[in-house]
């Protein structure tokens, strides 16, 4: 069990640029790979990234890849979502996300979630 609290969130116009930050908190940070998932209303929770223990492989959704980047610092308990280009698409509430198991492209791979920080991409 890890708290995760994510930070970074608000309005930024089209074409720019955020970063997302997600600390974790009771639990052994390197014991879990990570991820970021988005909902928008109306739509489910959808994956957006994810980054293994170490930081070494990384995944993306193909509607992020090459715009979007994930990392971690363990030293400092703290995930990442580098967001550039945005476009209102990207609009959502945005997760954080831990697991101990291989598996991380879907919301049933996590065990423990963040409460979620808003991203408004105006036009």
């Known amino acids: 069990q890890v708290q995760l609290v994510e930070t970074g969130g608000g309005l930024v116009q089209a074409g720019g640029s955020l970063t997302l930050s997600c600390t974790a908190s009771?639990?052994?940070?390197?014991?879990?790979?990570m991820g970021w998932f988005r909902q928008a209303p109306g739509n489910g929770r959808e994956f957006v990234a994810a980054?293994?223990?170490?930081?070494?492989?990384?995944s993306y959704a193909d509607s992020v890849k090459g715009r979007f980047s994930i990392s971690r610092d363990n030293t400092k308990n703290t995930v990442y979502l580098q967001m550039n280009a945005l476009k209102p698409g990207d609009t959502a509430v945005y997760y954080c996300?831990?697991?101990?198991?291989?598996?991380?492209?879907?919301?049933?791979?996590?065990?423990?979630w963040g409460q979620g920080t808003q991203v408004t991409v105006s036009a």
């Open positions: 980054v293994t223990r170490g930081g070494t492989i990384t």
């Open positions: 996300a831990a697991t101990k198991g291989a598996a991380f492209r879907s919301t049933n791979d996590y065990s423990d």
């Open positions: 009771g639990g052994t940070f390197t014991s879990y790979a």
